[in-house]
């Protein structure tokens, strides 16, 4: 067998994921919240369908499925983070004591 033969032939090879069955609700999840993490689509298979899956699994397959319907991960903006006017003094502080002054 030719090494274009072996190609064509591994790439027509179609392996079942232990997951296909639960291609619809995850479609769904991805469809209605694009910003899901695999982490997350893997916890909500393990409470509602009680499936034990390797986290590289649940990783592959939703990566198949967002490629295979062109749905892109949308990512939450990222926040600012700033400094907070500080409001009340250590001594004004009504539930910590005023630190002992030596």
């Given amino acids: 067998m030719s090494p274009d033969e072996y190609a064509q032939t591994l790439a027509s090879v179609n392996k ?6 639960y291609e ?3 479609l769904h ?3 209605s919240y694009p910003g899901m993490s ?3 689509v893997g916890d909500l ?3 509602k369908y009680k499936i034990d899956a390797a986290d590289r699994t649940v990783r592959r397959f939703v990566a198949g499925l967002r490629e295979k319907h062109g749905i892109t ?3 939450a903006p990222r926040r600012e983070y700033e400094e907070l ?7 004004e502080h009504p539930f910590c004591p005023a630190p002992a002054r030596v």
Avoid: G
């Fill in 45 to 47: 298979l393990c409470e």
């Fill in 29 to 31: 999840w991805l469809e």
């Fill in 85 to 91: 006017q500080h409001i009340v003094s250590d001594d």
């Fill in 73 to 75: 991960k949308v990512e």
């Fill in 38 to 40: 695999a982490a997350q």
């Fill in 16 to 21: 079942l994921s232990a997951l296909a069955a």
């Fill in 24 to 26: 619809p609700p995850v």
